[in-house]
């Protein structure tokens, strides 16, 4: 099937940054795009009517097709700017208390049989924290030290030393968080646990809202498909609201467009292994054996901050035998998506990697973000058919007939 008309619903991660510098990346990327493979490509301007989400649309035309995307944005900056407002000490302090938890429940563990990667990124504030506590340490036991010889008491050299120490480690944490991202990165850390543990009613409240509105998007859309898209912690997020909307209308896979989860750069198990989240476990066990939704998680090696290899089933504990449909999962390859000449630089700054999931593409490939967006194929045929779904976008006039060909064969059995 032609994709002529698309709906995409992207689910951020904890990302601060709001619509306007998504949207401000979104557009350079597109532009980006659209130069690699000659295409025609107009974007709109975003349009919100509060301030849970915002929307535009995307003009796509190709050497023989044209998609016209609806791109929703929900939003969830607002609430994560409050995160990041905490007191320095009470974010630190919370985010030790729950690593110090992952550690003695097992679940840090479980992270480094999964994947040791994430398991090292994941402890990397805490190494963070402690490498400031150490020079912290160093420099106000030369400050005590000093106030000893100069003979002042030890009821005041305590007190004194302890004030240095607590001052020059809240500077480093403040000042150097721009290099190190360590308050970010543990806020994260204290927001899935928190989140987890049902205790984020707002977040809870929002994922409401949002899973209301795609029961509402699916049974009045146009589109040949939905693809709900999660990006990082999007990815439990995106979960959880395709999943209460399929509870809310258990009908909205079986009518109107196909309705599709994307999971790209993807870590559900920081919330899926910990004890308390047997609900979500159950949402996910729904979702692979659910056969009116598909389910696509793209998931690469080279980034630190998504679990791979991982069944997103199996690797939870959960197993559902022949009944299983879901995910298709899907190995993405940096090194081929980006240029020879700006691969090293690409591969020191984890960040950049992890966003690359969701940027243009350097070279031609068919794993693209922005085909998934705008291209003409669904996303299946994208996943099941990759050398066809490469040769539709970079073909000539035979190769992509060719390509089309094969796309538009029913499957071995079917009339």
Request: with cysteine; aromatic share 12%; proline share 6%.
């Amino acid at each position: 099937m032609r994709v002529n008309r698309r709906h995409i619903i992207y689910v951020q991660g904890y990302d601060p940054r709001g619509l306007a510098q998504y949207y401000r990346m979104f557009r350079s990327e597109l532009r980006k795009f659209a130069a690699l493979y000659g295409f025609n490509c107009k974007v709109g301007r975003p349009a919100s009517t509060d301030a849970r989400a915002a929307s535009w649309t995307i003009d796509t035309q190709g050497p023989d097709w044209q998609t016209q995307t609806r791109y929703d944005f929900l939003r969830w900056e607002d609430l994560i700017k409050a995160d990041l407002e905490w007191p320095i000490w009470r974010t630190v302090t919370q985010a030790l208390a729950i690593y110090i938890r992952l550690i003695f429940n097992g679940v840090l563990t479980r992270f480094r049989k999964a994947n040791w990667r994430f398991a090292t990124f994941i402890s990397y504030p805490q190494f963070v924290l402690v490498i400031e506590a150490l020079v912290a340490g160093v420099i106000a036991a030369v400050f005590a030290a000093g106030l000893d010889r100069v003979g002042i008491p030890m009821v005041i050299t305590l007190p004194a030393a302890t004030a240095v120490f607590v001052a020059l480690l809240g500077t480093m944490l403040k000042y150097l968080e721009s290099r190190t991202y360590a308050l970010y990165l543990m806020s994260d850390t204290i927001f899935t646990w928190q989140y987890a543990h049902r205790q984020r009613p707002e977040w809870d409240r929002r994922i409401e809202q949002f899973a209301q509105d795609l029961v509402a998007t699916v049974r009045t859309s146009d589109a040949d498909e939905i693809i709900v898209v999660g990006h990082s912690s999007g990815s439990f997020l995106g979960l959880e609201i395709l999943m209460r909307a399929l509870e809310i209308d258990p009908e909205i896979g079986r009518r109107g467009p196909r309705l599709m989860l994307l999971t790209i750069g993807g870590n559900l198990p920081i919330v899926g292994f910990l004890p308390v989240s047997d609900q979500f476990r159950a949402r996910l066990k729904r979702l692979a054996t659910e056969p009116s939704l598909h389910w696509v998680d793209c998931q690469s090696r080279k980034d630190v901050m998504n679990f791979y290899p991982f069944d997103p089933v199996a690797g939870h504990g959960l197993d559902v035998g022949a009944a299983r449909r879901n995910p298709h999962i899907v190995t993405v390859r940096f090194r081929d998506i980006i240029a020879p000449e700006n691969y090293h630089a690409f591969r020191r700054h984890f960040f950049r990697i992890h966003f690359q999931f969701v940027m243009a593409n350097e070279q031609p490939n068919a794993y693209d973000f922005f085909m998934m967006v705008c291209g003409p194929l669904t996303l299946c045929d994208r996943f099941t058919h990759p050398a066809a779904a490469l040769a539709v976008a970079t073909g000539d006039g035979p190769a992509r007939q060719r390509a089309w060909s094969e796309l538009e064969e029913p499957p071995v059995g079917v009339a």
